[in-house]
């Protein structure tokens, strides 16, 4: 595959998607096509948020719709543009699914198995790391509904999450509190293209 | 309290699964038993919303593995919410289809492999093991003629070619015979009442050796 695969992963409020868009620009300078994607697609996440209301999910009947939608993903989408050549920012990939929908070292093993079977191995993953407090705030500045992760409490419990899990997963940490600017010019120095 | 009995019909299209599990849970009920019968994908509200993705005639571009997964996301959700509470409250649960249609279909059928499509069921099954399996064995040409006889509208999965059909049923004769103490293959050509009865003598003698193992 000639294509490159960036994941930006982390906690809500950390601004993944501006710096998704930032960097597409970028690589457009370097004449470099990319795509942005997202995990979950914008369509199962309007389907979570609208079953999650009505009743609730199985954390495990998400984490097989999660597989089942990056599947296809990648096979449509993400693998077809790595082979023309095209770069591929991805935000989250099945890290996500560990840190939400897994909830114990061997549901870690299991949903990592399932989504290695199809999921190309990312070149580059950025973890936006951030304090619970100050994700909260740049949550509520969205002026969006709250989804449900998004307490104080969850945040944090999800970042220890984050932590340990990549403690197995190569990644570059992204300190999230800096200025858009500067988290933009780490992130390229990081991909060694100038 | 006893955990009830779980009964699991399986076969191809125009089998006659969804009439079979009814009348059978008619007959159960008319003994006095407490009975739930329910139906793969589907069975629950998210399951059932599910089963309108993967039988949408307009998703006939969906993945063989996208599909596995939808199917198993339908069975977690079914599980936990209808099949495990229902057995531990005693109850005998008939349901239309379960993990040996994924295992028929996806893995024999669009041949992603047996043990994939096991071991990726693995945790939906969450160690509901069927006490009984009753395949209703047709071959495919006759019941796709049913189907069709009957005017019923023919969704995505009604369509396929007559050889995936073929590696279905093949693969569920393959289960038949490979889980043989769990499984029964009645002959589903014959008329509903006479598969009725085939089925009747099956799931009493079950129940009977049930109440047997009990009192030892």
């Known amino acids: 595959m000639k294509g490159k695969l960036i994941v930006f992963e982390g906690v809500s409020g950390t601004g993944k998607e501006t710096q998704a868009k930032l960097l597409q620009k970028f690589l457009a300078t370097q004449k470099i096509k990319s795509n942005i994607v997202f995990h979950p697609s914008p369509e199962l996440k309007e389907i979570f948020s609208a079953w999650r209301k009505e009743r609730s999910i199985d954390a495990l009947t998400e984490t097989y719709l999660l597989l089942a939608d990056r599947s296809s993903r990648v096979r449509q989408q993400i693998r077809p543009a790595l082979e023309k050549g095209e770069w591929v920012i991805s935000l989250r990939n099945y890290v996500s699914a560990l840190v939400y929908q897994g909830k114990t070292e061997k549901d870690w093993t299991w949903i990592t198995n399932e989504f290695l079977r199809f999921e190309p191995k990312p070149d580059y993953l950025f973890y936006f790391d951030i304090t619970p407090g100050d994700a909260m705030k740049r949550i509520l500045l969205r002026g969006e509904p709250l989804g449900k992760f998004e307490t104080p409490t969850l945040l944090n419990e999800k970042r220890k999450n984050y932590k340990k899990i990549l403690q197995a997963i190569p990644h570059i940490t992204v300190d999230a509190s800096q200025s858009i600017e500067r988290i933009h010019r780490g992130i390229i120095s990081n991909l060694h293209i100038v | ?216």
């Open chain 2, 1 to 216: 309290m006893k955990r009830g009995l779980f009964i699991v019909f399986e076969g191809t299209e125009g089998a006659g699964k969804s009439v079979q599990a009814e009348l059978l849970g008619n007959r159960l009920r008319e003994t006095g038993k407490k009975v739930v019968v329910t139906r793969e994908p589907g069975g629950t509200r998210i399951g059932e919303q599910i089963r309108a993705i993967t039988h949408d005639t307009k998703n006939v571009d969906l993945d063989p593995i996208a599909e596995a997964y939808l199917m198993a996301a339908s069975r977690a959700q079914h599980v936990r919410e209808i099949i495990a509470p229902a057995l531990a409250d005693g109850n005998i649960v008939i349901t239309d289809r379960f993990v040996d249609s994924s295992i028929a279909y996806q893995g024999y059928g669009r041949n992603l492999g047996v043990t994939q499509i096991a071991e990726l069921n693995e945790l939906a099954v969450n160690g509901a093991k069927p006490d009984l399996v009753i395949l209703l064995d047709v071959p495919p040409s006759v019941g796709l003629a049913r189907l069709e006889k009957e005017g019923k509208q023919k969704d995505r999965l009604d369509t396929q070619q007559r050889d995936f059909y073929d590696r279905v049923r093949q693969g569920y004769l393959a289960l038949a015979k490979n889980n043989s103490s769990r499984y029964v293959v009645v002959d589903a050509t014959k008329s509903a009442e006479e598969v009725a009865s085939s089925v009747w003598r099956v799931v009493r003698d079950a129940l009977a050796r049930r109440n047997e193992e009990s009192k030892k």
